[in-house]
């Protein structure tokens, strides 16, 4: 992917689109004008001929010096109002998932990683931290809940709670096009 450099010292701002069927042809990267006062290639739709043949999906990633993500957001474009509806028609995916849990305190961190091996993207897959009880852990803090992966995109998440509140507990996984899945934490 290609990056420019904004106005902060080392942070990179990344625009990628790709077609629902994930087709590599059909990846393109732009890098982003991050100084002009209208946020420069991000505020513009795909170009035509890349939704011609239906739905897009545009993700805009920024990212800090030191790697963190700032901000992942993901949209989706098409040439008419109908095409929009294209997300109805992705097919359901599995995602093969990591969890790695450490005790800091009261506290519970879990590392979440979640690589995306197939060749649909999975839109909008919901992390949440379920009990042995089938009860949902409460309080938990997710450094993300709503992860949307391009095709070979991997994503860490780290999600916090009270150790107190949870006995045997599991990441469950699921929404949009991802089949509901279940990973003990280790």
């Known amino acids: 992917m290609m990056a420019v450099r904004s106005g902060a010292a080392g942070s990179e701002w990344v625009l990628a689109t790709m077609s629902l069927t994930g087709d590599a042809s059909a990846q393109t990267y732009n890098s982003i004008d991050a100084d002009l006062p209208t946020g420069g290639e991000a505020n513009r739709k795909p170009t035509s001929a890349l939704i011609a043949n239906g739905l897009v999906l545009v993700s805009l990633t920024a990212t800090e010096a030191t790697g963190n993500a700032l901000s992942n957001n993901l949209h989706s474009h098409g040439a008419k109002d109908p095409a929009d509806h294209g997300l109805t028609t992705l097919a359901p995916i599995t995602l093969a998932t990591a969890v790695a849990g450490t005790v800091i305190g009261e506290e519970t961190v879990l590392r ?5 091996r197939t060749a649909t993207p999975a839109i909008q897959t919901k992390l949440t931290i379920m009990n042995g009880d089938g009860c949902q852990v409460q309080p938990a803090r997710f450094g993300d809940k709503h992860v949307s992966l391009f095709l070979g995109e991997t994503r860490k998440v780290t999600v916090r709670h009270p150790t107190t509140r949870a006995k045997a507990t599991r ?16």
């Open 171 to 186: 990441m469950t996984l699921g929404d949009w096009n991802v089949t509901p899945t279940m990973e003990k934490e280790r």
């Open 112 to 116: 979440v990683t979640l690589p995306n």
